[in-house]
């Protein structure tokens, strides 16, 4: 079936009704353009590809619609031999991604496991995958999944910097230019340099579990700062740690203390 629509606004209500398969749009309308409805189309309905017709002197707004969403374009001199090859291929990408969209939106629980070299380079991925993972099972809000990769992000640095290169805050606060310096100069040299840190993450249905693990010789766990006591929360020590639990529902360390274990649950 094929449904035409006078305007872009015109487009608009008729999605209301059914959304297609494929949208292909003049650039230059009444009432709404091709820009427009453009946007309009990947905030409401983003698995939809758009597809712009250009005409000589719209270049400009072409490459812009590109760069905010559109699957493709087809220049109006070619469209009999062009439209159809474009229609086809779009179609033949957008139905698996909707399929693949479908079918995880069924899966119950997912697990994975990462071993990073000593690189805070790896860690923005890495919680970006995690935050991706969180969402795709429909756990928290992007405010919340923002917070909970803050606390990742905290629980990656203390691995790396006090657990795997053994450089403690308390150098932090003595003399930061030492402390960065320090964590350069272990980061090429042995036992350092050769340990890892390990990543594990739970995705189900109720909740997520992220498990850290450093190889570094732990510490005791028992005798961390209180993170909310006033004479704490300026400490670079205790900051970290105020962040982990303000923002995860559990906060667990090994006895060893090289490994700490994030929970965090579906909000009701």
């Known amino acids: 079936m094929i449904a035409y629509a006078a305007h872009g606004l015109a ?30 189309v990947r905030k409401r309905y983003p698995l939809v590809p758009v597809i712009l017709m250009t005409s000589h002197g719209s270049e400009s707004i072409a490459l812009e619609a590109i760069r905010q969403g559109a699957a493709s374009y ?8 062009d439209l159809r090859e474009t229609i086809h ?27 990073l070299e000593n690189n805070r380079l790896l860690f923005a991925p890495l919680i970006q995958y995690l935050q991706d993972g969180a969402a795709q099972f429909g756990l928290w809000g992007d ?20 657990g795997n290169l053994e450089v403690g805050s308390e150098l932090r606060e003595r003399n930061l230019e030492a402390y960065y310096k320090t964590i350069d100069t272990r980061r090429g040299q042995s036992p350092y340099q050769e340990r890892r840190i390990e990543v594990e993450a739970d995705f189900s249905f109720d909740r997520a579990v992220f498990v ?14 209180d993170p909310t006591d006033p004479a704490n929360l300026t400490k670079p020590s205790g900051r970290g740690v105020l962040l ?12 060893r ?5 994030l929970i965090k649950n579906r909000q009701a």
């Open 11 to 40: 487009a608009l209500e008729t999605l209301a009704h059914a959304v297609p398969d494929i949208i292909v749009t003049d650039l230059l309308m009444p009432e709404l353009d091709g820009l427009q409805l453009l946007t309009a």
């Open 74 to 81: 087809v220049p109006k001199e070619s469209i009999a031999s």
């Open 89 to 115: 291929r779009l179609l033949a990408i957008s139905s698996c991604k909707r399929s693949q969209v479908w079918l995880l939106g069924r899966m119950t629980r997912h697990q994975s496991t990462f071993c």
């Open 143 to 162: 405010n919340e999944r923002n917070r909970i990769g803050v606390a990742l992000e905290e629980a990656l640095a203390n691995a790396l910097y006090h």
């Open 212 to 225: 850290i693990r450093d190889e570094g010789p732990g510490f005791d766990p028992t005798i961390l700062p």
């Open 244 to 255: 982990m639990r303000a923002f995860m529902d559990d906060v667990v360390y090994n006895a």
């Open 257 to 261: 203390g090289n490994s700490v274990v």
